[in-house]
């Protein structure tokens, strides 16, 4: 029998398994109340919108063309809307600055394999996105904590080099990030992009999700702030990363960059080298629901995630011991908690899930370190509001026995 440990490429070694896909096996069985899950309430998908999509598209001339290779860069509809769309963000552009991916997770991917060589050091959130951590890992990286107060570009320069390495870039999710559901305030964005010009690397936006915010004020995205300075998207150092996932249905794999020619260049070489192209018939579908009933789907979600937001905040104030806190967040699926620094939440879930019939995500998962043992994701956009009533108070009631 062959060896096959013997044999895989080093960068296999920093594969793992994601906590979090692991534990949406937990949605498969009725009796816990899941609050796992960062994933869109398939309730709220505009089924009948994508059977009439869908229904054109083979019904038509276009027929033949969905079901056909199809160029590499995407489909020109689908990048012609985004390059309307994105331009009520301020981010001004042409199509040729948008690049098609199946899903943002391929272009995180793609991202890591364009700039990542071993031993280099990406600077990321702490927390941040787990999918992210995954995407890097296998070019084997080094990290460095973003939004450190006082560090100077000289100190991330020298602990890089301590690893053998150079920067490469900064990623972060700037609005209701995944996992805590926080925004990056403008004053902070901006001080981001001093910080990459000092440093001279890109920044990494991922944006999945930018149309989910409930209340507050919005805040530009980063590259609409880094057009603005530098007077056109050729000249800024951002890389724009969105998805339709969250906002009209994530299986259709269809998300998007958005950046200078240069880096979409390069993109759609890596592309190339591993699948050709997304789906065409699913970048036609996407195009045609966008198109006619976008700003309605919106509208929907935000109207129906905005009331179980609240009813999960409400139901943390009412049930959690003190030495527990949260975030608050003005949009997303996520909240964010700190216990007291006595539990461990990997440890908890497993009692959780066991006696209380509850499921969420160790904080552990989001710390490239595997740090912060006392943290956990809950997530609202799957649970009704009576779910999330019954479900945070018998967390609240197993963390309050746990400090007993």
Same mark, same amino acid.
């Given at each position: 029998?062959?060896?096959?440990?013997? %044999? #895989? @490429?080093?960068?296999?070694?920093?594969?793992?398994?994601?906590?979090?896909?692991?534990?949406?096996?937990?949605?498969?069985?009725?009796?816990?109340?899941? #609050?796992?899950?960062?994933?869109?309430?398939?309730?709220?998908?505009?089924?009948?919108?994508?059977?009439?999509?869908? =229904?054109?598209?083979?019904?038509? /001339?276009?027929?033949?063309?969905?079901?056909?290779? =199809?160029?590499?860069?995407?489909?020109?509809?689908?990048?012609?809307?985004?390059?309307?769309?994105?331009?009520?963000?301020?981010?001004?552009?042409?199509?040729?600055?948008?690049?098609?991916?199946?899903?943002?997770?391929?272009?995180?991917?793609?991202?890591?394999?364009?700039?990542?060589?071993?031993?280099?050091?990406?600077?990321?959130?702490?927390?941040?996105?787990?999918?992210?951590?995954?995407?890097?890992?296998?070019?084997?990286?080094?990290?460095?904590?973003?939004?450190? @107060?006082?560090?100077? +570009?000289?100190?991330?320069?020298?602990?890089?080099?301590?690893?053998?390495?150079?920067? *490469? !870039?900064?990623?972060?999710?700037?609005?209701?990030?995944?996992?805590?559901?926080?925004?990056?305030?403008?004053?902070?964005?901006?001080?981001?992009?001093?910080?990459?010009?000092?440093?001279?690397?890109?920044?990494?936006?991922?944006? $999945?999700?930018?149309?989910?915010? &409930?209340?507050?004020?919005?805040?530009?995205?980063?590259?609409?702030?880094?057009?603005?300075?530098?007077?056109?998207?050729?000249?800024?150092?951002?890389?724009?990363? /969105?998805?339709?996932? *969250?906002?009209? $249905?994530?299986?259709?794999?269809?998300? &998007?960059?958005?950046?200078?020619?240069?880096?979409?260049?390069?993109?759609?070489?890596? *592309?190339?080298?591993?699948?050709?192209?997304?789906?065409?018939?699913?970048?036609?579908?996407?195009?045609?629901?966008?198109?006619?009933? #976008?700003?309605?789907? %919106?509208?929907?979600?935000?109207? $129906?995630?905005?009331?179980?937001?609240?009813?999960?905040?409400?139901?943390?104030?009412?049930?959690?011991?003190?030495?527990?806190?949260?975030?608050? +967040?003005?949009?997303?699926? #996520?909240?964010?908690?700190?216990?007291?620094?006595?539990?461990?939440?990997?440890?908890?879930?497993?009692?959780?899930?066991?006696?209380? *019939?509850?499921? !969420? %995500?160790?904080?552990?998962? !989001?710390? $490239?370190?595997?740090?912060?043992?006392?943290?956990?994701?809950?997530?609202?956009?799957?649970?009704?509001?009576?779910?999330?009533?019954?479900?945070?108070?018998?967390?609240?009631?197993?963390?309050?026995?746990?400090?007993?």
């Amino acid at each position: 029998m062959l060896d096959w440990d013997h %044999v #895989f @490429a080093r960068r296999a070694e920093r594969m793992r398994a994601s906590e979090i896909r692991e534990l949406l096996k937990l949605l498969d069985q009725p009796d816990i109340i899941s #609050f796992a899950g960062g994933i869109p309430d398939p309730a709220l998908f505009p089924t009948d919108a994508f059977r009439e999509a869908y =229904s054109e598209c083979l019904g038509g /001339g276009d027929a033949a063309s969905g079901l056909q290779y =199809s160029v590499s860069e995407g489909y020109r509809p689908l990048r012609y809307w985004l390059q309307r769309e994105l331009g009520q963000f301020g981010i001004s552009c042409d199509i040729d600055n948008i690049f098609i991916t199946s899903g943002s997770q391929q272009a995180l991917d793609y991202l890591g394999k364009l700039f990542l060589s071993a031993g280099d050091t990406a600077l990321v959130t702490s927390p941040t996105y787990l999918g992210a951590l995954q995407a890097f890992n296998a070019y084997e990286p080094n990290y460095d904590q973003l939004g450190v @107060a006082n560090r100077t +570009p000289e100190s991330y320069h020298t602990a890089a080099l301590a690893h053998g390495g150079a920067v *490469k !870039f900064a990623y972060l999710s700037p609005d209701f990030a995944n996992p805590t559901g926080e925004t990056v305030r403008l004053e902070e964005r901006h001080r981001l992009l001093t910080l990459a010009d000092e440093l001279e690397i890109p920044v990494i936006e991922d944006a $999945a999700y930018q149309h989910l915010r &409930y209340d507050g004020e919005a805040v530009p995205p980063i590259l609409a702030l880094d057009i603005a300075r530098s007077g056109s998207i050729e000249e800024t150092r951002t890389i724009y990363c /969105g998805s339709f996932s *969250k906002t009209l $249905a994530p299986g259709l794999r269809v998300g &998007y960059v958005v950046a200078a020619k240069p880096v979409i260049r390069k993109l759609v070489l890596i *592309k190339q080298a591993a699948d050709l192209h997304s789906s065409s018939i699913n970048q036609m579908a996407i195009a045609h629901v966008a198109e006619r009933h #976008f700003e309605a789907q %919106v509208a929907k979600i935000r109207q $129906a995630y905005r009331a179980r937001r609240d009813a999960m905040l409400a139901a943390l104030e009412r049930h959690m011991p003190t030495g527990t806190d949260w975030t608050r +967040p003005e949009g997303g699926m #996520f909240v964010w908690v700190t216990l007291p620094e006595v539990i461990d939440a990997t440890a908890l879930l497993s009692r959780s899930v066991k006696t209380e *019939k509850v499921a !969420f %995500v160790p904080g552990q998962a !989001f710390f $490239a370190d595997r740090s912060s043992a006392n943290t956990l994701r809950l997530s609202f956009s799957c649970a009704s509001e009576p779910m999330i009533e019954d479900g945070i108070q018998r967390l609240g009631r197993l963390i309050a026995s746990e400090l007993s």
